[in-house]
């Protein structure tokens, strides 16, 4: 079973804490004004193959992997946190320059989605934050969505950072 890295826990816990603060501010200063839903704004089909990759993703890393369904913990490993802290302590020759930039632009986007993340809890329930959003006008659509999308983005980025960092 992985182990989770302290480090990924903490700087998750603080990025969607921080969200959770943005996302209350914004509702609390929300506009008392609603904007009316633009039709045709939704993306239910696309989320419904977004739902079927994302299921079959995790189904098939779920199957492979030996920590079974909790293969979903992994971007928070120990296992890909020693891989990224290994890219680093690599060298400084061209390649390993560029995967730790490519390393870099792919935590950024992992932390700026769990700050996303936390900052929808509260600022979904503001309608005009959600009135055309891709599951909107409500926000069980929206979220649903929006947590979905970050699924697939949280996979995708663990299995890149785990094609671009060496061993460690």
């Excluded at 890295?5 to 509702?27: E, I, M, P």
């Excluded at 369904?69 to 390993?96: C, D, E, H, M, S």
């Excluded at 891709?134 to 659509?141: E, I, K, N």
């Amino acid at each position: 079973m992985t182990t989770l890295s302290r480090t990924a826990v903490l700087v998750a816990a603080a990025a969607t804490t921080l969200g959770l603060a943005s996302g209350l501010s914004w509702y609390l200063n929300r506009d008392e004004e609603i904007n009316p839903h633009t039709p045709g704004t939704e993306a239910w089909i696309p989320h419904l193959i977004v739902l079927a990759v994302v299921a079959v993703w995790f189904w098939f890393a779920a199957r492979r992997s030996p920590q079974g369904w909790k293969v979903i913990l992994a971007p928070l490993g120990r296992p890909i946190a020693a891989r990224i802290a290994a890219t680093y302590r690599a060298g400084f020759g061209p390649l390993n320059l560029l995967r730790c930039l490519v390393v870099a632009v792919i935590v950024t986007l992992e932390v700026f989605m769990a700050w996303r993340i936390g900052q929808q809890v509260f600022a979904g329930l503001d309608p005009n934050f959600v009135h055309d959003a891709w599951g909107g006008p409500s926000y069980p659509g929206a979220m649903f969505c929006h947590y979905l999308d970050g699924a697939l983005l949280y996979a995708v980025c663990h299995t890149l950072l785990r094609a671009v960092t060496v061993k460690a």
